[in-house]
T-cell receptor, first 113, second 107 residues
Framework: NAGVTQTPKFRILKIGQSMTLQCAQDMNHNYMYWYRQDPGMGLKLIYYSVGAGITDKGEVPNGYNVSRSTTEDFPLRLELAAPSQTSVYFC????????????FGEGSRLTVL | GIQVEQSPPDLILQEGANSTLRCNFSDSVNNLQWFHQNPWGQLINLFYIPSGTKQNGRLSATTVATERYSLLYISSSQTTDSGVYFCALNRDDKIIFGKGTRLHILP
């Protein structure tokens, strides 16, 4: 059972480049989340989804986009990378929304130079 | 939106000591979880505890939802307990994290 899988684990981008962070879960969870964690800081919610075809903004959505075409996948897109987006990105999922435990991927470390 | 405050922000203890970490929140929530982020960055579920008390070995947690706080107790600390402890709250499908308590256990 793989749980929540994120790729890539590490990536270096140049300013202005675009990329997609992939997140997949095999637990048939409806709810999925993207967070960013800056050095020494807590986790900030970027976007979340309550099911296929439904996404919504979190605390810090600017500069990012998401889609949820399937229950399993929740990719995060950075269109024009900026140094302020240097961070560790975590994807998470939970099965029961209001009552479920949250499970995390191992994180993707992104550096924008 | 809902506010989540954790205290203390930093805590340094000698191995074997006990500690209490606190999470206060500003509004009613659907559930609450405690996580440990180890020095390698991995986030580990400790407790899913919307109310009541749970225990797991040297760790226990209590949430008093009516008074909007949760406590995490660590007894007989070990160096492997070092890291950052986060509480996370679910309200209206958003799961919001506190800023964490950074715990250092000295050998």
């Amino acid at each position: 059972n793989a749980g929540v899988t994120q790729t890539p684990k590490f990536r270096i981008l140049k300013i202005g480049q675009s990329m997609t962070l992939q997140c997949a879960q095999d637990m048939n969870h409806n709810y999925m989340y993207w967070y960013r964690q800056d050095p020494g800081m807590g986790l900030k919610l970027i976007y979340y989804s309550v099911g296929a075809g439904i996404t919504d903004k979190g605390e810090v959505p600017n500069g990012y986009n998401v889609s949820r075409s399937t229950t399993e996948d929740f990719p995060l897109r950075l269109e024009l990378a900026a140094p302020s987006q240097t961070s560790v990105y975590f994807c998470a999922s939970t099965g029961r929304g209001y009552t479920g435990e949250l499970f995390f991927g191992e994180g993707s470390r992104l550096t924008v130079l | 939106g809902i506010q989540v405050e954790q205290s203390p922000p930093d805590l340094i203890l000698q191995e074997g000591a006990n500690s209490t970490l606190r999470c206060n929140f500003s509004d009613s929530v659907n559930n609450l979880q405690w996580f440990h982020q180890n020095p390698w960055g991995q986030l580990i579920n400790l407790f899913y505890i919307p109310s009541g008390t749970k225990q797991n070995g040297r760790l226990s947690a209590t949430t008093v939802a009516t008074e909007r706080y949760s406590l995490l107790y660590i007894s007989s600390s070990q160096t492997t307990d070092s890291g950052v402890y986060f509480c996370a709250l679910n309200r209206d499908d958003k799961i919001i994290f506190g800023k964490g308590t950074r715990l250092h256990i000295l050998p």
